[in-house]
Nanobody
Framework: QVQLVESGGGLVQAGDSLRLSCAASGRTFSRYTMGWFRQAPGKEREFVASVRWSGDNTYYADSVKGRFTISRDNAENTVYLQMNSLKPDDTAHYYC?????????WGKGTLVTVSS
C-alpha cells in the first residue's frame, strides 16, 4: 500500500512559479512510476507528467512541456512538480499518482489557481 499526500498548491498570478510536492508512504516507493495529473472545473482529469522509478525517464503533456519539470527523491519518498510560467489554463486540482503499469494509488489533490 502507498499513501500519497500532495502539498504546495495555492493562488498565484500568471507568469509565477509553484512547486508541488507529493510525499509517499510505503517501503516500495522507489519502484513505482510516479505521475501528476490535473482536473480543471468542468473538465476531465488529464495527464501532466510522469517519472520512472530511476528518475531518468520523464514524460510531459504537450501543454506543459518546457514549463513544468517532474523530479523525484527516492531517499525522501517524494516527487515534485516544478511549475514555471504558469497560465490561467493551468488552474486545476493537481493529483499525485503511483503505480507500475497502471496508476493504482492516488492522493487527494492540491488546488492551484492562476489568476490573469
Amino acid at each position: 500500500q502507498v499513501q500519497l499526500v500532495e502539498s504546495g498548491g495555492g493562488l498565484v498570478q500568471a507568469g509565477d512559479s509553484l512547486r508541488l510536492s507529493c510525499a509517499a508512504s510505503g517501503r516500495t516507493f522507489s519502484r513505482y512510476t510516479m505521475g501528476w495529473f490535473r482536473q480543471a472545473p468542468g473538465k476531465e482529469r488529464e495527464f501532466v507528467a510522469s517519472v520512472r522509478w530511476s528518475g531518468d525517464n520523464t514524460y510531459y503533456a504537450d501543454s506543459v512541456k518546457g514549463r513544468f519539470t517532474i523530479s523525484r527523491d527516492n531517499a525522501e519518498n517524494t516527487v515534485y512538480l516544478q511549475m514555471n510560467s504558469l497560465k490561467p489554463d493551468d488552474t486545476a486540482h493537481y493529483y499525485c499518482a503511483a503505480g507500475y503499469t497502471t496508476y493504482d494509488y492516488w492522493g487527494k489533490g492540491t488546488l492551484v489557481t492562476v489568476s490573469s
